[in-house]
């Protein structure tokens, strides 16, 4: 196992490297970090709590820089091959891996493996947003709204996260050319996550966009920003 200065040190390396234009170099590095990270086996890892918490650090990094890199078939078989060894963030590590098959063109597969995991656990918001937002993605926005729409009535999830799910539903439905529906999910995104007032403008620009004037004039006199306003 690698001391933590030592751990550290590889770290600081690989994105020196990545600053400076690297960016093979900054892989390299990276990918014979977590190798060596995982060299031991998924037991060692899970029997060591230092271990596991570099292998998540590490892992995270490369999967991001892999991803920056379009090396998408590389960043979904670390994904794949990490839930062995982190299991604790498993749902994390296969929806992770979802999104990326989704990015990188394979929507039909990631699909169906959120399909999965949704089914799986119908009262796992996580799963159910995920699913949600793939759908949005690929612009299948019929089965988004309703997916994000079981999400947004999960009673026993945190306020802040039906909020987001409200968001995205927000967004879904002015996609879908409903400005009446999408203005509700915002306001009851709004009630439930106080910060996402601050979407405002953005409620505005679609009521206007959807050509529901009178609708638009009252929110901008809810607009707190006085230079907003006067547009």
């Not at 604790?88 to 039909?108: C, F, K, P």
């Amino acid at each position: 196992m690698l001391t933590d200065q030592e751990y550290k040190a590889i770290r600081r390396e690989a994105e020196k490297r990545l600053r400076a234009g690297d960016l093979a170099g900054s892989l390299a590095i990276q990918e014979s970090l977590v190798e060596q990270l995982m060299a031991g086996g998924p037991q060692l890892v899970q029997s060591q709590a230092a271990l596991t918490d570099q292998l998540e650090r590490a892992s995270g990094e490369l999967v991001d820089t892999l991803r920056w890199d379009r090396q998408f078939e590389k960043a979904i078989a670390l994904q794949d091959r990490l839930v062995e060894y982190l299991p604790e963030t498993a749902e994390a590590l296969r929806v992770g891996a979802a999104n990326l098959r989704i990015e990188s063109g394979q929507a039909e597969a990631g699909l169906a493996q959120l399909e999965a995991l949704a089914a799986a656990e119908t009262d796992n918001f996580w799963f159910q947003l995920s699913l949600g937002l793939g759908y949005l993605f690929v612009e299948r926005l019929e089965e988004a709204g309703e997916t994000l729409q079981r999400a947004a009535g999960l009673a026993h999830v945190r306020k802040v996260d039906r909020a987001l799910a409200h968001q995205y539903l927000f967004k879904t439905l002015d996609l879908q050319g409903k400005p009446e529906e999408a203005l509700a999910a915002w306001r009851e995104a709004a009630r439930l996550d106080r910060k996402l007032r601050a979407e405002l403008p953005a409620v505005i620009r679609m009521l206007i966009y959807w050509h529901k004037f009178s609708m638009a004039s009252d929110h901008i006199l809810m607009e707190s920003d006085p230079v907003r306003s006067e547009f």
